[in-house]
């Protein structure tokens, strides 16, 4: 987990720490040493500046943004957990929780590239595939408040590859990191890829994402064709979306997003060659993130605009 103190535009005040979460025997994130863990950070932030407002917590799963709750959070285990209940009683300061990727837009909106827009899209492409939605000048979670959950949506229920959330062929099965080391070491034990098996043997391990796009800019055919298909399968999740939400901008984060150069634009191209209308393929807009951490920096953000000092 990482930790900062932000201010009012958006800056880091000091430079941000990156903690490992603590998780029990039974492979439960430990929320009580996770707690430890927050003190001496929420306690200097106390005592370094007379208008402290808050904390603010972005979470990898359904996080209801009235109570903190999180309802489900896969990669900590946890079902039901009174995250912002728990906080509060603990460090007594308000508690701001929600799913990482509403910080993440949040931060886009408030400092970003999406400022001044009014139909916006952010999306994660990393360990997971997954967004959030600002429709119509509004921030938009649906009736649960979990809406943007683009990456469950099935591409193949019959010959995909089981998810995490229960479902199998989900978009997220085929475009997320995991997706694309599981497919490259595929590759390596079909025999088809003797690049991506040197790199594997070199590190000693099992194919990662990283290698993927390693063995691609060193012009392997296996590498190339999974990542050609993971784009085209990309442009067909994202530009259905746009299809649906007429968006003015999309803007896309995480670690795969980083894996090459012109990832982005690859991307982009994809999709407009989906749309549906002229007028998004001249008017859509598809960027990368602002920020080395969107979420953090929108924790914060959610903050000031929770205490009235800042609006979207």
């Known amino acids: 987990m990482d930790i900062a103190l932000v201010d009012l535009k958006g800056q880091l005040v000091q430079p941000c720490e990156r903690l490992l979460v603590p998780f029990d025997s039974s492979g439960v994130a430990d929320i009580d040493g996770i707690m430890n863990l927050l003190s001496p950070f929420v306690e200097k932030a106390k005592a370094s500046s007379s208008c402290f407002l808050g904390a603010g917590f972005s979470i990898c799963g ?11 959070v896969a990669n900590l285990h946890w079902h039901n957990m009174p995250f912002g209940k728990i906080a509060a009683e603990r460090f007594k300061i308000p508690i701001y929780a929600a799913t990482d990727v509403r910080m993440a837009l949040i931060a886009e909106l408030l400092w970003g590239k999406a400022r001044g827009m009014k139909h916006v899209a952010w999306m994660t ?7 959030y939605l600002y429709l119509d000048g509004k921030l938009y979670g649906g009736s ?16 995909g590859y089981p998810c995490g959330c229960g479902q199998r062929g989900c978009f997220e099965s085929y475009v997320a990191g995991p997706a694309l080391a599981r ?3 595929q590759a390596v034990e079909a025999g088809k890829s003797p690049i991506l098996k040197q790199l594997s043997e070199a590190a000693g391990k ?12 060193l012009q392997d055919p296996a590498a190339q064709e999974i990542i050609r298909e993971q784009i085209r399968k990309l442009g067909i999740s994202l530009s259905s979306m746009v299809n649906l939400l007429d ?15 012109d990832f982005i634009q690859r991307v982009d191209e994809r999709v407009r060659g989906f749309l549906m209308t002229v007028e998004a393929r001249r008017d859509l807009r598809i960027e990368r993130e602002s920020f080395d951490n969107s979420a953090l920096i929108g924790a914060a953000a959610t903050v000031f605009i929770k205490n009235g000092v800042l609006n979207l």
Do not use: C, W
């Open 125 to 131: 492409i990393g360990t997971g595939y997954g967004g």
């Open 144 to 159: 649960h408040g979990f809406a943007g959950n683009l990456g469950h949506g099935i591409y193949d229920e019959r010959g």
């Open 62 to 72: 359904n996080i209801d943004d009235q109570t903190g709750e999180a309802v489900l």
């Open 183 to 185: 497919h490259g070491q």
């Open 206 to 217: 099992p194919v990662t994402t990283r290698m993927v796009f390693e063995a691609e800019a």
């Open 247 to 261: 968006l003015e901008m999309i803007v896309l984060g995480g670690g795969v997003t980083k894996g090459s150069p």
